[in-house]
């Protein structure tokens, strides 16, 4: 086989310890989005809001977050993680401590919404990016455990913040939590590093070379592909199921009767959204590590029928304090990997010269998935007076994109591999079919 597209791989401990910084930066700015559902009952009494107005802030987040990721990410290759990551977590916590002096929906949205979201996602795409390229033998493995230290971040702060919210108010929540995310997130951002920059200096280590990479497709190729297209498309389906369940969990609890419920001891809902952030942190590493020995689309298929029968399961029993609990655990496990998934299998495909720009792009589709699972959902909720319908829409987008990720997107990247292995004249290259890449 030419080695022309074989990458280096650092061997000493420089990118674990990439990665472990990188967990920290990821647990920090986790909170803004993960105890949303915490905030629209006491922010709807506060500001006389209706929910669907309250959701448009974490849409805006949501947004801010993913549709200014191309540029953050070519600010990030540009300039390098250390400055960038920092003012990421500056902007998160700042967010925080600004929206606790807020007495208007404007002054929500520009606060909590945009602030949170450019900085939440500089932090984000950015560690997302180095983590691809420290690890390209270990890509799934290594990019879910950055995603898992988003999702898990919020155990952490699930249960403080609920009782702080029923204790001191939501300005006094917001004014401590923007404090300690804002210093948490920037001390670990000092730690970031580029691999060309460790490499460079010597920090790296000796090298050796991974399995089979592409060339570096640019961002303008990469648009070009309808690989690219079907992912995007895939991927807004997949966020828009799970941040409909974040954003509205708060409603539909109450709706369902289960929100005062107690479940061993403790209060049903934070009950249910710590247990969330445990399995949405624990199926990103572990989905990732699948994937990188049974392939991308087979795990991709396996997680999101699971996410689908679970949701479908979830709906039938919601009424059930316990069940309720239990079950949103399993939604969870189905949904998080997308994380892992999306990004390993878009540098797998495109290559890692770009890939923090790149990633930035398919990042996009989280925005999306925010506006149809959030403000649209509740819309729909509320044209309906029922939750069934909502349930119903995000269930059949999962088992469709469990379908096109085996039937679709499989095929389409084993034909992509074999025209870019032609082209730069790498022979024994195998099929997508016969081996997991």
């Known amino acids: 086989m030419s080695h022309a597209n074989l990458s280096p791989v650092t061997t000493s401990s420089s990118r674990w310890g990439q990665l472990a910084v990188g967990m920290i930066a990821m647990m920090a700015i986790s909170s803004p989005q993960y105890v949303w559902a915490l905030f629209t009952g006491p922010l709807t009494t506060e500001l006389n809001a209706t929910l669907a107005e309250v959701q448009v802030t974490f849409s805006l987040l949501i947004v801010l977050q993913t549709f200014l990721s191309p540029l953050q990410g070519y600010l990030i290759d540009r300039f390098g993680p250390r400055l960038l990551l920092s003012a990421g977590a500056l902007l998160t916590g700042l967010s925080w401590v600004l929206a606790a002096d807020v007495h208007s929906l404007m002054g929500l949205y520009v606060t909590y919404g945009v602030l949170g979201g450019i900085g939440t996602g500089i932090i984000y795409v950015g560690v997302v990016g180095m983590m691809v390229q420290w690890f390209p033998d270990k890509r799934g493995l290594a990019v879910g455990l950055v995603a898992a ?3 898990f971040g919020a155990i952490l702060t699930t249960f403080p913040i609920s009782r702080s919210v029923a204790s001191s108010g939501i300005s006094h929540t917001f004014l401590i939590y923007g404090l300690i995310i804002g210093v948490v997130g920037i001390l670990a951002a000092q730690g970031m590093r580029h691999p060309a920059q460790a490499v460079a200096s010597g920090v790296g280590g000796a090298a050796r070379e991974s399995p089979y990479e592409p060339r570096g497709f640019t961002s303008r190729e990469m648009l070009r592909s309808p690989i690219f297209w079907l992912m995007f498309a895939m991927m807004t389906m997949m966020s828009t199921s799970g941040l409909m369940v974040i954003s509205q969990m708060g409603a539909f609890a109450r709706d369902f009767g289960v929100t005062d419920a107690m479940v061993f001891g403790l209060a049903a809902l934070p009950l249910a959204l710590s247990i969330d952030r445990f399995t949405n942190g624990l199926t990103r590493p572990f989905f990732g590590w699948l994937s990188d020995r049974i392939g991308r689309e087979n795990t991709m298929t396996l997680a999101f029928g699971l996410e689908g029968a679970a949701m479908t399961t979830w709906l039938f029993y919601a009424h059930s304090p316990l069940m309720f609990v239990l079950l949103s655990g ?11 998934l999306f990004p390993s299998t878009l540098t797998d495909t495109f290559g890692t010269r770009n890939a923090t720009t790149n990633y930035g792009f398919l990042y996009m589709a989280q925005g999306v998935g925010s506006v149809l699972g959030g403000p649209l959902a509740a819309l729909l909720h509320d044209a309906t007076h029922s939750w069934n319908i909502v349930f119903g829409v995000v269930i059949a987008m999962n088992f469709v994109t469990a379908l096109l990720a085996c039937f679709v997107l499989k095929p389409m990247r084993d034909a992509h591999r074999r ?4 082209e730069s004249g790498v ?11």
């Open 149 to 151: 230290g988003y999702g």
């Open 427 to 437: 022979t024994g290259v195998p099929s997508l079919q016969g081996r997991p890449v």
């Open 419 to 422: 025209a870019v292995a032609t």
């Open 330 to 340: 399993v939604v969870f496990f189905g949904w998080g990997e997308i994380f892992s």
